[in-house]
Each structure stands twice: as structure tokens, then as C-alpha cells.
């Protein structure tokens, strides 16, 4: 079993950034490919990024490539998202998800743990 503790949302103005922390319990941290997707209000939960277990390959949807970076401390069993040039439309709750395997899956039905996920809102 894995626990997903998501935190470092906010309130931020448009252009601003935010760094967002997944901790995880475990021993395994590191066997574990990670990923955090959003959900905006009336939307699908949408992949945002992914690392895989070593950190070594890191994945990001088209709207958000270089301004979002993921990244991992397995030391520390935890997963961040640095996000800058924050824009209205990144508005949404962020969660963090995790699967045991060595490829970064880009759909929420291929994870098997989940954090309650944490709020960003960017206003304009």
C-alpha cells in the first residue's frame, strides 16, 4: 500500500508560480512510476505530468511543456511540480498518482494509488 499526501496549493496571480509536494509512505517509493494529473470543474481529470521510477524519463502534456517541471527525491519519497507562468486555464484541483512499473502511464485507469489531491487557483 502506498498513501499519496498532496500539498503547496494556492491562491496565485496569473504569471506566478507555485510548487506543488507528493509525499508517500512506503519502502518502495522508488519502484514506483509517478504522475500528476488535474481536474478543472466540469472536466475529465487530465494527465499533467509523469516521472518514471529512477526520474530519469519525465513526460508532460502539450499544455503545460516548459513551464511545468516534475521531478523526484525518492530519499525523501516525494514527487514536486514546479510550475511557472501560471495561467487562468491551469486552474484545477492536482493529484498526484502512483503505480508500481517502470513506464509512465498517461491515463488515470493505469494508477492504482491516488492522493486526495490539492487546490490551485490562478486568477487573471
Known amino acids: 500500500q502506498v498513501q499519496l499526501v498532496e500539498s503547496g496549493g494556492g491562491l496565485v496571480q496569473a504569471g506566478g508560480s507555485l510548487r506543488l509536494s507528493c509525499a508517500a509512505s512506503?519502502?518502495?517509493?522508488?519502484?514506483?512510476?509517478l504522475a500528476w494529473f488535474r481536474q478543472a470543474p466540469g472536466k475529465e481529470r487530465e494527465f499533467v505530468a509523469g516521472i518514471s521510477w529512477s526520474g530519469g524519463r519525465t513526460y508532460y502534456a502539450d499544455s503545460v511543456k516548459g513551464r511545468f517541471t516534475i521531478s523526484r527525491d525518492n530519499a525523501k519519497n516525494t514527487v514536486y511540480l514546479q510550475m511557472n507562468s501560471l495561467k487562468p486555464e491551469d486552474t484545477a484541483v492536482y493529484a498526484c498518482?502512483?503505480?508500481?512499473?517502470?513506464?509512465?502511464?498517461?491515463?488515470?485507469?493505469?494508477?492504482?494509488?491516488w492522493g486526495q489531491g490539492t487546490q490551485v487557483t490562478v486568477s487573471s
Open positions: 498518482a502512483a503505480r508500481r512499473h517502470s513506464y509512465v502511464f498517461i491515463t488515470t485507469t493505469e494508477y492504482d494509488y
Open positions: 512506503g519502502r518502495t517509493f522508488s519502484s514506483y512510476s
